[in-house]
């Protein structure tokens, strides 16, 4: 079992920037893939960024490369995903996941692709 627990959203103005942290429980976290989603208001929740288990791999939404990062820290159970050049379409409630079978790749790109989740941390970019 995975426990997932977002933190460091809020609300920036455009251009501005966040740094999302997610800290996972467990002894596994260093052999699982973990993406960063995102959820606007009746909108579907969205891939953002995938690393793999080796954090060899990344993958990231068009709409957003160059602009946000993801990185893992497996001494600290932690992912991040460093947000730049905010824009208000970039406004959504982001969630961690993670997948449930070990040593994958940052292929994962749907929600069913991931077994555990975190609360989610609201982000608003103010125009």
């Known amino acids: 079992q995975v426990q997932l627990v977002e933190s460091g959203g809020g609300l920036v103005q455009t251009g501005g920037s966040l740094r999302l942290s997610c800290a996972a429980s467990?002894?596994?976290?260093?052999?699982?893939?973990m993406g960063w989603f995102r959820q606007a208001p009746g909108k579907e929740r969205e891939v953002v960024a995938v690393?793999?288990?080796?954090?060899?791999?990344?993958y990231y939404r068009d709409s957003v490369k160059g602009r946000f990062a993801i990185s893992r820290d497996n001494d600290k159970n932690t992912v991040y995903l460093q947000m730049n050049s905010l824009r208000p379409e970039d406004t959504a409630v982001y969630y961690c996941a993670a997948r449930g079978g070990y040593f994958g790749g940052s292929n994962y790109l749907h929600v069913n692709d991931y077994d555990y989740w975190g609360q989610g941390t609201q982000v608003t970019v103010s125009s």
């Open positions: 690393i793999s288990w080796s954090a060899d791999n990344t």
């Open positions: 467990g002894r596994t976290f260093s052999s699982r893939a």
